[in-house]
């Protein structure tokens, strides 16, 4: 099929390049436009007027716009898993390849099976749904609601992974302005030239706005050639960046604007290495808002066929890319900006057969059938636009043939972006439309210049753009230069506003989501009259174009009804984004493998050199296991890891734990009040266990903590909270303390450490070291600076497995270095290392708290560390831990738990309930927080919280685990499973 | 009027003209029984139980702007019963039931949909903590099962399986959880209430509250005052503001959380789903949307609007869990005032002066407990002893250290 | 938002983590106060809707805790201090 519809070159060659043919598909047919086109353009070239099918009644329909306001024309762009849904095709750029097929429709776009929805209308009014499917209370999930999900949605997600990139940015700018049209060319011409740093972004492929789709002159040139000059003045300019085909999509708090970059959408895939989108965050100092404006259409009956469209629209397809619409072409206005389409459009040798203008006392427009007075009542066509009746101002009806027809109700400004920061509009009567609350509706100051401040000419685009650029400046220091502004039309606003045709069954406001004057009665009439219910109640406005074109004329025929001006009737508040955002130019990088970094342990390279299984632990990943040729099981290895340490020597990468250095003359006065007990005695060269609080008395964080010198500190934080920790303590000094002498540093990455634990222990490490660590010059507790052949090093005999057992520190990037050295000095030991398996194994055994009891709900006393929370001295947490609901004799205490036949299996998290009782909240005394199967014991064992589980030693209770199923009769016992007099670790 | 399919069809064919105001717009009388602060969903249902299910009357919810306008209009729809805490679980439990009888008791289609929720499991750790939390709902009456990894692929193949940061290990499912059309709650109760004689006020803010020797005698509006026996407030995010029209400071921040929705898609998720090493969970609405949300951004805030770093990093999440998203689109985000309580959990409780009666501290978890939370007030209100479910959610539980923490993250509201 | 640092100059909120109301400098002396002043102090807010004095720790920067007074129903920054002078002059010391 040729372009049967691009108007001839001499008449209108617009700014396409009809040179160079682009070959693409819709539906499986193939046609052909010219670069420059869009989807919509170079469809409607070729004659077809019908794109797409309307959500709720099926109805068939074309393009309303030209431009990012388009609530119809919407298609599956691409294929494949490159597949998007919903693409308006009036924004599409067009590319040679190009395939888009229709969608909510089935079997086909001409003929769909759910249009019998149209036919049923009358049932389907708004919120019909609200009212019935309710009996039998069952079918709602297995009947009714299944229809309907199917028979909703628009488009169709390809269920593939997304093969594109997207990237992310930060760009900063004094003056960020936003549309690249005639104000906003004119403010970055002027903000430009006086050497701020400005950012020109427009969403479309062609900076001029409106300039390129009209035919007007500036100065000496046309619109189009004007931009066009202004555009290359405005790239030679270092300080300006001029971002074409970038939606600022939100504007946020402090002049911080979102706005995405279509990189690549206009090819047919992304060149190698690049992003098929940029999502960026613009940094501005101040703000010009040069949106423009949107064309709102009239309703009446059957006002949404294909062929009918905003009258401005009509026109772009004619100026910008050549195309008629129509052959014969009608048009709809309340206002005059409606008889320049009639104008532009018989300059271009299309038929217009009439103006219909609703104002009886409009100026009369030479050589067109003007009917003034009249309005259209309806229209004909099943696919698309084939007649119109017309109601002439006597009364008396007409059919008139048209293949297309331009509606004008007026413009509306863009308010949307001002609108994000809930800047409530403002109406203004003498062009009938909100315009944005402008000068300081954000917090960084916002500037609104041309249409999108209610100034509607050419002329006034020019002048406020200029004159919001030279403000900005001014707040910023900037001298601004005087501007030479060319000459421009300067048309006023005439409009009779006229929002429906009265008496109409359906007549359209919401396209997209079938919202009829009809509906809006139904609101009106069931007191659904604020505009939140209306929206809510009726889905105006809720479709993927937020109701750009239709919001306005919904709360006019709402204002209508009760008596109201529109601005008492309300606004609807525009959220983000300005248009839809595809969710892979949000999500940027972070996908994947990559959506959040890896942190490594020194022994990470060694340990995968060993074929180590590895865990996520936060954002480490820490060494689970390391399997050996013969063990199939995870179980064999962990089993193995944890004997082997017992009976000779392991060693466990604990790089990770939180390390702060905390220096000073109060360092000890500190530690006393950020930990429940007592520091500042802690001999030099010894090391305690200390218990950290919350403000709220429950525990925070526990682990030792070593006096390396008389004001030096070394405190061991738990893997999770060491970051919590840090900023605790930092608050605790800062806020809290300021004037103590106390100095922090995070040193979590500075130091590489290493825990060997077994009854060789000292043997092994003592072939590494320099100094003597017998048991005499190194005792249990004991921490120091040491040496490793000559290598700085800390050393801390401190045990969480139960065996004699020290952590080791050198340098991080000596780690590596450690592991392989221990691991060499420890052959003669059959040194194993251990994971977080075995670790975790080991300190159950010995009835050590770790993160599963260290939950933010337990106390010391839970933990069984009652007797550790001084009351010498104040402490964060000391106070509020003794409310009485915290310090009960038979509240939760830690217990341990092994099954009373040692061959049953259990399971953390199962409950503990009492012998005999119902399986009820009522009988429910306690649950199991960790669980390992104990080597050692050859048997399952557990730690647990239990009501009043100090008095319950010995009792037989059951774990039960509802979930699997499982019943297990257990018995309470000491929590410390192994070595409870601690004989081993001080051997 | 009585709605049905019956209804529907004769007003079809007789041109719509019999369907009647969903409430009327009364002026306010100069006193009633019962006033309810709020006309959002825990005011209405409030005032709702309050007719219905402990006959009471004289009975008026003021409203400061239109009803259902606050969290109730602005959440992500999920109703669930998985919690851990004795202090809540039944109270969830309990609403849950109601949801499930909700539609035919109010005569309003608020599309209870109970297709299941997931919470997804990536580490050992979150297994045990699952593991512990379902056996708490099922001692507690609800219903859970543990999913392990092959069982929730075969529900949503589409999860990243492969190339995960954090592994899906499995997942703790409720098959009773789902969605509910939220705008629809709040006009069920609306409608309901209105229809037993409770007049429901618009546009009528409260600026003060009268209170003599210590006993509430009205609150001052913006349409004067109303004289009241008893005062009831559930204004969520507005908590500490109006408390503060009688002297108190609540346990309370107010913070803005984000929720947002796709373009309209072809069914592609069935459930609801949480994504627990990211801050991400989403389902689909009927229309098609995808509905999802995240952590809350996290600084007090008024302001119903929230800012980048919290919609970039729910989106990751979103990008990380279901790479197929990339080419669906957001089509809008929007913000809501959490009244974020000390502990995470709700105050449904007495106040020091007599007449005054508190329900908040919602967090963002107040949709699913709409039905409970007014079933509850409305019993406090009415008999003046809490609902065996909420004996917990005392104003009293911070000072005697009974805190009902579900995070374990103590007195920071923005962690809950 | 943007956060004007008292030393560093404006950095992204994005940077800062929050803890919450400014009036957590004020924590009552352990071993004179009572559970009761404790509780009002840990769960107790004014919660203002308005200018809201509050706490932001700068954990991806300098580590300063700053107080910063904020409007919470516009999101306008009306001041940024260090939270240790602010501490001192609140009368805070060791």
Redo the contacts between chains.
Sequence with gaps: MSQTHRIDAKLSAGQVDRSRTLRFHFDGVAYAGHPGDTLASALLANGVRLMGRSFKYHRPRGPISAGSEEPNALVELRSGARQEPNTRATVAELFDGLTAQSQNRWPSLRFDALSINDRLNSFFTAGFYYKTFMWPASFWEKVYEPIIRRAAGLGTLNRQEDPDSYDKGFLHCDVLIIGAGPAGLAAALTAGRSGARVILADEDFRMGGRLNAETFVLGEASGADWAKAAVAELASLPNVRLMARTTVVGTFDHGIYGAVERVSDHLLEPLPGKPRQTFWRIYSKRAILAGGATERPIAFENNDRPGIMLAGALRAYANRWGVAVGRRVAIFTNNDDGLRSAVDLAAKGVDVVAIIDSRADATLLPGIRHLRGAVVTDTAGRLGLSQVTVRHADGRSETIGVEALGVSGGWNPVVNLTSHHRAKPVWREDIAAFVPAGGESGLAPTYVAGAAGGDLSTHGALVTGNEMARRALEDLGFAARPSDLPRAEDAPVVLQPLWHVKGAKRAWIDQQNDVTVKDIKLAHQENFTAVEHLKRYTTLGMATDQGKTSNVLGLAVMAELTGKTIPQTGTTIYRPPYTPVALGALGGRARGRDFKPFRLTPSHKWAAEQGATFVEVGYWMRTQWVPRASETEWRQSVDREVLATRRSVGICDVTTLGKIDIQGTDAGVFLDRVYANTFSTLAVGKCRYGLMLREDGMVFDDGTTARMAPNEYVMTTTTANAVAVFRHLEFCRQCLWPDLDVQLISTTEAWAQFSVAGPNARNLLQKVVDQDISDAAFPYMAAGSITVGGLRARLFRISFSGELAYEIAVPTRYGDAMIRKLMEAGAEFDAVVYGTEALGVMRVEKGHVAGNELNGTSTALNMGLGKMVSRKKDSIGMVLSQREGMSRDDGLRLVGVKPVDPADALKAGSHLLKTGAAATVQNDDGWLTSLVWSPHLGHYIALAYLKNGANRLGETMRAVNLLAGTDVAVEIVSPHFIDPEGERLRG | MR???F???KE??TG?KG???????PEPQASYDYVIVGGGGHGLATAYYLAKEFRQARIAVLEK?????GNV?RNTTIIRSNYLL?GN??FYEFSLKLW??L??DF?????????GIINLI??D?A??????????M????AD???LNRDQVKAMY??L?FD?????IKGALMQRRGGTV?H??VA??YARGADSRGVDLI?NCEVTGMRIENGRILGVETSRGFIGAKKVGVAVAGS???VMAHAGM??????HVLQAFV???????IDGVMTFGA?HFYVS?S???GLVFGGDID????????G???V??DV??????LM????????????GGIMDMS?DGSPIIDRTPVEGLYFNGGWCYGGFKATPASGWCFAHLLARDEPHPTATAYRFD???????I?E????????LH | MIINHPILGPRDAQEFVYLGDASLIQRPDGMTASIEAFHDYTYLRDNSAGPHRELWYHEQGDRSWLVVTRNTLTHEILKVELARDVARAEGRSR
């Design positions: 709605y049905s399919g209804r529907i069809l079809a064919l719509h369907w009647t105001p969903a409430w009327r717009d702007g239109y009803l259902g306008g209009g004795d679980e039944p499930e009888g539609e035919q005569n309003y289609n608020a599309m209870v949909s109970q297709r990536h580490t750790a297994r045990d903590a699952a593991t512990r939390r379902g056996n708490a099922i001692l507690n009456g859970a099962e543990l193949p589409f990243n190339d995960a940061r954090f592994p059309r705008d629809a006009w069920g618009q908590s500490s503001r400071r609540l346990p309370i921040e107010s796709s373009e309209g898609l072809k069914p592609l990211g689909q009927d229309k098609g996290g600084y007090n805030s008024y302001a119903q609007r800012n980048l770093p919609i970039e989106i990751e999440g979103g990008m990380a790479p197929m998203l990339g080419r669906a689109r957001l089509l809008r985000a929007w000390m539980r911070f000072l005697k250290g009974l805190m923490d995070k374990g993250q103590g007195a920071t509201p923005n």
